[in-house]
């Protein structure tokens, strides 16, 4: 069982930078592929980011790529991710998840944190 605690959401400006963190506890962290979703009100939850176990690979919704990084240090369970040139449209609770194999569907990822808010003002 892996428990996953985000932090670092706030209220933003338009063209803000944040960064995010998840710190993962109970399962071998490396073992896992590390996700970042999001859900606006009103909306299903989407898929933003996702990292291999190693860290090696990487891969972007079209929303965000170029303006979110994400990263892992499995050596501290952390997976991070980095949010430059923020637009209204990244509003949303932002989560993280874990899951043995790679994946972009929300619906596929076995483990999840609470989530943390992000609002960004225009």
């Known amino acids: 069982q892996v428990q996953l605690v985000e932090s670092g959401g706030r209220l933003v400006q338009a063209g803000d930078s944040l960064r995010l963190s998840c710190v993962a506890s109970?399962?071998?962290?490396?073992?896992?592929?590390m996700g970042w979703f999001r859900q606006a009100p009103g909306k299903e939850r989407e898929f933003v980011a996702v990292i291999s176990r190693g860290g090696g690979v990487t891969n972007y919704a079209e929303a965000v790529k170029g303006r979110f990084t994400i990263s892992r240090d499995n050596a501290k369970n952390t997976v991070d991710l980095q949010m430059n040139s923020l637009k209204p449209e990244d509003t949303a609770v932002y989560y993280c998840?874990?899951?043995?194999?790679?994946?972009?569907?929300?619906?596929?990822?076995?483990?999840w944190g609470q989530g943390t808010q992000v609002t960004v003002s225009s």
């Open positions: 109970g399962g071998r962290f490396s073992n896992y592929f």
């Open positions: 998840a874990a899951r043995i194999s790679w994946s972009t569907n929300p619906n596929e990822y076995d483990y």
